[in-house]
């Protein structure tokens, strides 16, 4: 899945710091730099994928565990859960 090139995105550069640590507010910044979140799980076993959203911020954290949780009670713990950025569609 190939997204536009977009210059302000070009210029990010890389998150950590000399002494080896993140930097958290670019790496905070560069999150907010899209739409929204999906929640996707991906069953390994048929290679079926699910995507639930999108979610505004803490939301889609919170759908994921919830998620998770499910999934790990109907002991499908193959199922991969995952949180992705979201970039809607140009008005």
């Given amino acids: 899945m190939n997204e536009p090139w977009c210059p302000e ?5 890389d998150r950590t ?3 080896g640590g ?6 905070v910044a560069e999150l ?3 739409d ?12 079926e994928v ?8 803490m939301a889609a954290l919170e759908a994921a565990e919830a998620m ?4 790990d009670r109907e002991e499908l713990d193959d199922v991969v ?10 008005a």
């Fill in 17 to 19: 710091d000399r002494a």
């Fill in 81 to 90: 859960v995952r949180i992705v950025r979201w970039h809607g569609s140009p």
């Fill in 9 to 13: 995105r070009a210029r990010r550069t």
């Fill in 50 to 57: 699910d995507a639930h959203g999108p979610f505004v911020g």
């Fill in 32 to 34: 907010d730099d899209c």
């Fill in 22 to 27: 993140v930097d958290w507010v670019a790496a």
């Fill in 68 to 71: 998770r949780a499910t999934l």
């Fill in 36 to 47: 929204g979140y999906v929640v996707l799980a991906v069953d390994p076993q048929t290679g």
